[in-house]
């Protein structure tokens, strides 16, 4: 249940799941999660736990939304 996690929790997901919590991606494989609750965007939206560098002068690392999974998306494909 949702109500026992806490920050600093590791999750598992694989395909079907229901993502308990917001949570930031430390590792995945092929991971896509179905993110229409939150966005209404019906396709689903690859995550990686790569992060990206930024690409204006300052070269510093920022973590994107692709990082991250969103609490009640569905995970479509993958493994995190």
């Known amino acids: 249940?949702?109500?026992s996690i806490v920050r600093g929790d590791i999750?598992?997901?694989?395909t079907g799941d229901v993502v308990p919590a917001d949570a930031r991606l430390?590792?995945?494989a092929d991971l896509k999660v179905?993110?229409?609750l939150l966005t209404?965007?019906?396709e689903d939206v690859s995550k990686t736990s790569k992060v990206k560098k930024k690409t204006k002068e300052g070269g510093a690392e920022k973590l994107t939304p692709?990082?991250?999974v969103f609490s009640?998306?569905?995970v479509k494909n993958g493994n995190a």
């Open 72 to 74: 009640s998306c569905t």
């Open 40 to 42: 209404g965007e019906s």
């Open 66 to 68: 692709e990082t991250m």
């Open 26 to 28: 430390i590792e995945s």
């Open 1 to 3: 249940p949702s109500a």
């Open 34 to 36: 179905n993110e229409m």
């Open 11 to 14: 999750i598992s997901l694989t």
